[in-house]
């Protein structure tokens, strides 16, 4: 599932030779996001900044019955998360989740999947696999 989220954060490090920024959200927790080519300002932040950021994330899903990958090795997600389903809507294909750290949020599904086969309270994982900013400024 490809997402566009806009988030705020602060800049812990850079890489200007690969053009990576590590960032730590509000919810303190850092990730690393690279810089695509609309992401002029890249060049101009520093260590410590504050920012605004427009991120398209590339997230794996999978059922909480499967495995994951340890933290640090290779293919182990930035960021992961696990989701509960509290509803399903078949008419308009979304289901609404609620996340470990207690946020709702309603997805939708794509039409290859079967909703009948899931159920309420069936948790999944969600691993964020990538991340590239379309945008970013210092906000103070």
């Known amino acids: 599932m490809l997402q566009t989220v806009r988030i705020s954060a602060s800049v812990v490090a850079m890489d200007m030779v690969r053009r990576q920024a590590t960032l730590r959200g509000t919810d303190g927790q850092a990730f690393t996001v690279?810089?695509?080519p609309g992401a002029v300002n890249f060049e101009q932040l520093r260590v410590g900044d504050h920012v605004a950021a427009t991120v398209t994330q590339k997230v794996v899903i999978s059922p909480n019955d499967e495995a994951t990958?340890?933290?640090?090795?290779?293919?182990?997600?930035?960021?992961?998360?696990?989701?509960?389903?509290?509803?399903?809507?078949?008419?308009k294909r979304t289901v609404n989740l609620r996340f470990d750290d207690g946020v709702m949020e309603t997805l939708p599904v794509r039409s290859d999947v079967d909703l009948i086969r899931h159920k309420l309270g069936e948790t999944f994982n969600f691993r964020v696999t990538e991340m590239t900013a379309s945008w970013i400024e210092k906000t103070r």
């Open 34 to 36: 690279k810089m695509g």
């Open 69 to 91: 990958p340890s933290p640090g090795s290779p293919t182990a997600a930035s960021i992961h998360k696990t989701g509960k389903v509290i509803a399903i809507d078949s008419a």
